[in-house]
């Protein structure tokens, strides 16, 4: 369950220097308008402060590539068809079985592993995301809290915290609300209404540029509506956070009867993933005796997913032999994904068979170069077999393109220390340190650096630099902890 609302409280009123007034004017009805209050730059740092709290510390956070490249391919077809087509948004999953999604400063975008899974089609899934980005496009968060006219953005962002703490689960509710102002919090669980008809619009036109048809917005929702009248109180947490209303079901029915009938096909991967995550569910043989069922009995909407979600299954029971039997099955379907290729070398790892992986490793990835499942794989394939000159050479061509990727600099460390070369090892996991947020041990491993005695004068004199750097923003750290706290 996410529990971030008193940690990331705290992170998000660090990054604040001194006090900045709100107008108290009425916001007008722009999302441009809020950037007056909140410039896009802090926005991204307090929305990636609190990202990176949830991954450190948030047990349904899931760290999945595979499941991750999947959702961030769906969500930046819909980025792209909007009207703000270079905004950065990433997108997460939360395990958890409710029907939820939420938007949070920044352009991060998480949903409930349970909304996939309640997704009859793509298109449903994707109207979920082209709603959420809408909010993101137009701002809505930043408007919503900006409205509550606080003195100071530091007292605002507190608020804003709390409030997607509640919206992510609403179990935390009560939690947030102690760490904030209650009265305000519970007014602003819910979207206001002009602002769910805009992302309802918006939204639209999203789906219709991007491709998708347009009636999985309205089919989804309406669904989400009748499961409300049958639990009464205990409505989706989706319909809490987004209330639906009659009018708005009926907007969308009406807009998606208004728009030229599309028909449009669920990728191989939608339906890939979805197994994935039911294979995750109980133990791996309680997954392989349900999947083994739905094959023996034809009860499946897609026989490869069945069979990839059987594979999957018996790989993590340890079934080895009879997985690759199954893949053999699978592979005969001659279908194509970058998830299946991941499988296969995952299989031929589990053998032993490291040539075997490492081959499959570099036909995917020149099929599918921006996997990033793919590429962390093959850094580990190399690294287990022991490759590790071919590995930096690797991770660093990665590097240049993803400069970003925290993950690249912990396998770039890893590969480092197998190699025995300890300045760059601890040079790569300062770097590792610092995109997740964690400045302190950051500095330490750059000091730990600079007393290792493997380095050129070059590479000390960079490590040197980066230190000083480092330190310096430390200083500044420190000095809006005083101005903003």
């Known amino acids: 369950m996410i529990r971030i609302a008193c940690a990331a409280v705290f992170l998000t009123l660090t990054v604040v220097s001194g006090n900045f007034p709100l107008r108290a004017d009425e916001l007008p009805d722009l999302g441009e308008a809020a950037h007056a209050e909140l410039p896009p730059q802090l926005e991204r740092k307090i929305g990636e402060r609190i990202m990176n709290e949830i991954r ?69 899934l994707a ?37 997607l703490a509640a919206r992510s689960n609403s179990q935390v509710a009560s939690a947030a609300i102690a760490s904030a102002q209650a009265g305000s919090i519970q007014a602003q669980l819910a979207y206001s209404r002009d602002y769910e008809r805009e992302a309802d619009r918006l939204g639209f036109q999203m789906m219709t540029q991007a491709g998708y048809d347009v009636r999985g917005m309205g089919d989804f929702f309406g669904r989400l509506q009748q499961a409300g009248r049958v639990y009464e109180n205990n409505a989706p947490v989706y319909m809490r956070s987004h209330p639906l209303t009659l009018e708005r079901i009926s907007d969308m029915q009406n807009r998606a009867q208004g728009a030229p009938y599309r028909q449009v096909a669920d990728s191989l991967d939608f339906h890939l993933v979805r197994a994935k995550l039911r294979a995750q569910m109980g133990t791996p043989r309680e997954a392989v005796n349900e999947f083994g069922k739905q094959l023996r009995d034809k009860k499946h909407v897609s026989e ?95 590097l240049q393109v993803y400069s970003s990727d925290y993950k690249l600099y912990g396998l770039q460390a890893r590969t480092f220390s197998a190699a025995g070369r300890r300045l760059q090892q601890h040079r790569a996991q300062a770097e590792f340190y610092l995109l997740q947020g964690q400045l302190g041990p950051a500095v330490e491993q750059l000091q730990f650096a600079q007393k290792a005695a493997d380095g050129t004068f070059f590479e000390q004199s960079a490590v040197d630099a980066r230190l000083r750097e480092l330190r310096k923003l430390q200083v500044e750290e420190a000095k809006e902890k005083r101005n903003g706290g």
């Not at 980005?133 to 915290?161: D, G, T």
């Not at 490793?361 to 921006?370: E, F, G, V």
């Open 56 to 124: 450190l510390r948030e047990p349904s956070y899931v760290d999945d590539p595979e499941l991750s490249d999947y959702l961030n391919r769906l969500g930046n077809r819909l980025v792209a068809a909007s009207s703000n087509p270079s905004r950065d948004c990433q997108f997460f999953f939360v395990r958890d079985n409710t029907v939820n999604a939420f938007a949070m400063f920044g352009g991060f975008i998480g949903v409930n592993t349970g909304t996939l899974l309640t997704a009859q089609s793509e298109s449903e």
């Open 304 to 398: 490869a997913a069945t069979r990839y979600g059987l594979v999957y299954a018996l790989l993590k029971s340890k079934e080895v032999a009879a997985a690759q039997r199954e893949l053999e099955a699978l592979i005969a379907l001659k279908l194509s994904s970058p998830m299946i290729a991941g499988l296969a070398a995952e299989i031929r790892m589990a053998a032993n068979d490291l040539a075997g992986a490492l081959a499959i490793y570099r036909d995917a990835l020149q099929r599918y170069p921006q996997s990033r499942a793919l590429v962390y794989g093959y850094a580990e394939a190399l690294l287990a077999a022991g490759q590790y000159e071919q590995g930096q050479r690797f991770l660093d061509s990665q």
């Open 127 to 163: 109207g979920v995301l082209a709603h959420e980005i809408s909010h993101v496009m137009q701002n809505h968060l930043a408007r919503q809290i900006a409205r509550e006219k606080q003195n100071s953005i530091a007292s605002m962002i507190a608020m804003a915290v709390g409030v």
